[in-house]
């Protein structure tokens, strides 16, 4: 069974004050049988060398390991050109497959013109763009990214955490809403997440971990749901997460 990851991190994050190691990754991604994923770095200090590091450190990690892609992270309130040419670089030049917007961690207001400048970037390069709901109310409320959805049909949006629980009604109905809008519920209860797999007929919701200690978890959630709807199982696990970030994984057969 092919598992894709669709939200991971590496790296030290400063705002959350967490270590994820290669190893922690690795190692847990084996034992629990993912298959690979997208790895984003966590939020370090708000330097444009630090996130260059970051990055340096994911694209390392998916250039040892198969079945892995990059997400870049970058702070909104970075210049728009130093922004524009990390973005550019993580994409053009490391292969990364997505943005990454984080309202609480970046401190940005979803609706606000720098956080906007991330969909724009999203657009010039092609690429989606996930953004961390839950936490970090009232920027990480997912009524938030309505005005990016409209003004960005044509950029996939993931919304993660599917609003932490509290406000997942409101990251559902913009799945419903808008075509272009995906959800990664990691971190949510499993009502949630089978509420948003029903409204959306087991379509547009990745499996993801966000940490791999939570890895066993997510992976109990979606198998109790799936015991009611095996027909979801694909979607789920991988065919969602490769058409959204257009990836193609190797098999492991043989
Ligand atoms: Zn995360």
């Known amino acids: 069974m092919m598992i894709l990851d669709a939200h991971s991190h590496l790296g030290e994050d400063v ?9 922690d990754l690795s190692e847990n ?14 939020i ?8 260059r590091q970051y990055h340096n450190r994911v694209s390392d990690f998916c ?17 728009p050109k130093d922004y524009a040419s990390e973005a ?13 917007l984080t309202p609480a961690g970046h401190a940005v207001d979803p609706e606000s013109k ?11 390069l092609q690429v989606p763009v996930m953004v961390h709901t839950g936490y970090g109310i009232p ?19 993931i919304i993660a955490h599917l609003g932490n629980g509290f406000f997942a009604d409101q990251a559902i109905q913009l799945a419903l809403e808008f075509e272009q809008v995906y959800l990664e519920p990691s971190g949510c209860g499993i009502g949630e997440t089978y509420k948003a797999l029903c409204a959306l007929e087991g379509k547009k919701v990745m499996f993801s971990s966000d940490s791999p200690l939570q890895i066993p978890t997510e992976l109990a959630k979606y198998n109790t ?19 959204v970030f257009g990836v193609r994984p190797e098999s492991f057969a043989g």
Request: with cysteine; glycine share 6%.
């Open 15 to 23: 705002v959350f004050d967490c270590v994820h190691t290669e190893e």
């Open 139 to 157: 920027f990480a409320d997912p009524v938030k990214l309505k005005k990016a959805a409209m003004r960005y049909p044509d950029v996939k949006m």
């Open 225 to 243: 749901i799936l015991e009611r709807h095996p027909q979801w199982k694909e979607d789920i696990f991988h065919k969602t997460a490769e058409r």
């Open 29 to 42: 991604n084996q034992k629990y049988g993912i298959t690979g994923g997208i790895v984003q770095p966590f």
């Open 63 to 79: 250039r040892k390991y198969k079945n892995y892609w990059g997400m870049a992270s970058i702070n909104p309130h970075f210049t």
């Open 114 to 124: 720098d956080a906007l400048f991330v969909f724009e970037n999203a657009r010039k």
């Open 44 to 51: 370090g200090r708000p330097y444009l060398e630090i996130t």
């Open 88 to 100: 550019e670089r993580c994409i053009k030049e490391l292969g990364f497959v997505g943005l990454k």
